[in-house]
């Protein structure tokens, strides 16, 4: 382990050397309000569809419990756990994406 943390200290050392010159990647101006969009939909939607699948799961759970189907209520069950795994997977994901492209923007 040792080993890799020289071989990343030694990379990051070269990466500052004054004989790179320096570079901060940033999008152009056209394309910062559509791409800010684009994230904001997809996020959006993505949500959204995410809290459809918990909604049907939690109706699936309340058929099977009432009309006695366990197999339905149990797949309703999983249903409502990948929705909220799907949820904070969407929000991590597009706030990660999000934030990389705001530190493009700010460098």
């Keep these: 382990m040792s080993q890799l943390l020289q071989s990343m200290h030694t990379a ?4 500052a050397d004054p004989v790179i010159p320096g ?3 940033s999008l152009p101006g056209t394309l910062q309000n559509p791409t800010g969009k684009i994230l904001g939909w997809t996020a959006g939607v ?6 459809l699948g918990g909604l049907v799961g939690w109706a699936c759970v309340a058929v099977g419990h009432n009309s006695e189907r366990a197999q339905l209520a149990s797949r309703g069950k999983s249903a409502i756990v ?3 795994i799907a949820g904070i997977g969407i929000g991590v994901t597009s706030g990660l994406v999000w934030g990389f492209y705001s530190m493009t923007q700010g460098a």
Aim: no cysteine; aromatic share 12%.
């Design 12 to 15: 990051v050392e070269l990466a």
């Design 23 to 25: 570079f901060t990647p």
């Design 46 to 51: 993505g949500l959204s569809l995410a809290v």
């Design 82 to 84: 990948w929705s909220l």
